[in-house]
């Protein structure tokens, strides 16, 4: 595997080595001793899957007691991934990365505990799967805005389209109201 530098040193892209032929292909999407070495030493407790139509907008999530790290990918379609750094003490604290993965490119996305997560769906359909760090407790998740001015994020949205949101997400907290790490 591979693993391409972001904005953010601790968000890391990985591209997965994929073997393929006229069957198909195979790729493996977790090692535990090979992420290991490249600095993802990560026990993972649930896995989830989600579906999405095109110009769904879902984000920006975090918990914040028992936050969550998140290896993520696309295995249908094709989705702008957006991770936000929340920790008070961090360099980057307040920046985010935007990534696109896809089922054409495989790429996967780490998102360590710490940030919160959103992702658009570029494509018609995007089916998204991630591996996730702590188990999910409603009690502790946040939600920030999408649209945050402060935040900034350029949501490759089509002109004159607007996402199509939950009310959690179109009703989150601006950046400045948001609990922190």
């Known amino acids: 595997m591979e693993v391409i530098s972001t904005r953010i040193t601790d968000v890391k892209l990985i591209k997965p080595r ?23 030493d990560a026990t993972f407790v649930q896995d989830n899957h989600s579906r999405s139509v095109k110009h769904t907008l879902r984000g920006l999530h975090y918990q914040i007691k028992q936050p969550q790290g998140k290896l993520v990918r696309v295995t249908r379609g094709e989705v702008f991934d957006v991770a936000v750094d929340l920790r008070n003490n961090s360099p980057t604290f307040g920046q985010w990365v935007g990534e696109v993965l896809s089922e054409a490119n495989q790429y996967q996305l780490w998102v360590p505990p710490g940030f919160a997560h959103g992702f658009l769906v570029l494509s018609e359909v995007a089916d998204f799967q991630y591996k996730c760090t702590d188990f999910y407790d409603p009690k502790h998740e946040r939600t920030i805005k999408w649209s945050d001015k402060t935040l900034d994020i350029k949501w490759p949205l089509q002109e004159g389209t607007d996402p199509l949101t939950s009310d959690k997400d179109e009703n989150g907290l601006a950046f400045v109201e948001a609990d922190f790490y």
């Open 18 to 40: 994929v073997f393929g032929d006229a069957r198909g292909f195979f790729m493996e999407t977790w090692n535990a001793r090979g992420f290991a070495e490249v600095g993802i």
